[in-house]
């Protein structure tokens, strides 16, 4: 008697041993099929983008399905790009399909993360559980990447200026110099593009550039924006080119370029010992869009620099700006620094204003202009006559 009492109590400490450890134990789901409609998307490169995704969920014990949150990752089973807090619920009787539906919002950041990554596309994935648990097959939608120009994306103008504000540099050997670039744009997107130089063994001839740093700007929430170059090389005289090479997007326009001067002595303003004759523009001509400023050459010229300055007006002066001077002297330069200019090698005494510079002249106004000659060590070894010009 004392035995079947004994094995009737092992046998209920072991049965309610068993039912605890049953419950801890996790219950399989019941959920056999995840399908989501569309599944695959595209991601826009320079902006969010909203995709409306349906979830169709079979379990064949219910009574729910419900997901807690979605993910985007890389890859199956990669690292994780973001993370949506949202609840998806919905009841479901035993063999049958629940239908959940969402907009995801897939935010410019995770895109770009992924985009940086060097990815063409990435997932978003979501897991689902019945009344049984998780199904521990979680599904996804692939989310593809699209270029800058599908997004609407575009580069509509850039101009180069050094980081004094001056559109051409003369400076001494080792002197800091850096460019900057103003890049207007419409729509947001990504623009790679690589700081390059051209230095004196090149500029003589056919410049060769070489690259000095790359460029990944992600460029939103204005239509303008400021690059800054990494520090031009000082360390050699002669004549220097520096330009942004934009690779991506594409820009619809002819991409500028800014040219400097370095000196191996410390440059001066010493007076012009040498004459310079000009031979075009005539004075007081309109500026037609092709015209060739020319002059006489210098010796000892390493670089001519063409100066071009706002024509001073009186305080009372209310008439057109058609320029002329009544005396019928050469017009005497302001004392304010110049609006725009070029610089050319030495062996160079044409050339037609560039697009960068034109961009800092107004139309119906009248400036000055003039050339200078640079001797090899920065000094000015020549100087022309100022002559006036006139933009139509």
């Known amino acids: 008697m004392t035995y079947a009492k004994s094995f009737i109590r092992i046998t209920t400490l072991c049965l309610i041993l068993l039912g605890g450890a049953f419950d801890i134990l996790p219950a399989w789901a019941t959920i ?56 998806l619920n919905q009841t479901a009787a035993p063999g049958a399909t629940a239908t959940l539906t969402e907009v995801i919002l897939v935010p410019t950041d995770v895109i770009y993360r992924a985009h940086k990554l060097g990815l063409s596309g990435f997932v978003y994935e979501r897991d689902f559980e019945d009344g049984n648990g998780f199904s521990g097959q979680p599904q996804r939608v692939t989310l593809s990447i699209a270029s800058s120009a599908a997004s609407g994306f575009s580069l509509s103008r850039m101009s180069l200026l050094f980081d004094n504000g001056a559109p051409v540099r003369l400076l001494g050997l080792k002197e800091p110099l850096r460019a900057l670039a103003e890049i207007n744009f419409t729509g947001t997107g990504l623009v790679q593009a690589v700081w390059e130089v051209a230095g004196p063994a090149s500029t003589a001839g056919e410049p060769i550039y070489r690259p000095l740093s790359t460029v990944r700007q992600y460029l939103v929430g204005s239509d303008k924006q400021v690059l800054r170059s990494p ?68 010796r000892g010229a390493r670089a001519y620099q063409i100066e071009v300055y706002a024509r001073p007006r009186t305080s009372g002066d209310s008439l057109p700006d058609i320029g002329g001077n009544a005396t019928g002297a050469a017009p005497a330069l302001p004392a304010t620094p110049p609006v725009t200019g070029m610089l050319v090698v030495g062996t160079q005494t044409q050339t037609t204003l560039s697009t960068a510079t034109r961009t800092h002249l107004q139309p119906g106004q009248t400036y000055l202009w003039r050339v200078l000659a640079i001797g090899g060590d920065g000094s000015i070894v020549g100087a022309s006559p100022v002559r006036e010009i006139r933009l139509p």
């Not at 002669?238 to 400097?260: A, C, I, K, M």
């Open 32 to 87: 056999t099929s995840i399908t989501p409609t569309p599944g695959t998307a595209n991601a826009p490169l320079g902006g969010s983008v909203s995709v409306a995704v349906t979830w169709r969920v079979f379990t064949t014990n219910g009574p729910f399905v419900r997901s807690p949150s979605g993910t985007f990752r890389t890859d199956v089973g990669g690292s994780v790009l973001g993370t949506v807090a949202r609840l």
């Open 231 to 298: 520090n031009l090389p000082t360390d050699t005289s002669g004549f220097y080119l520096v330009r942004l090479r934009v690779t991506d997007p594409v820009p619809g326009f002819d991409q500028p370029n800014l040219r400097y001067f370095v000196s191996s002595g410390q440059p001066g303003e010493k007076l012009p010992i040498m004459p310079i004759g000009l031979v075009a523009p005539a004075s007081q001509i309109l500026l037609a869009p092709d015209a060739l400023f020319a002059w006489e050459p210098i």
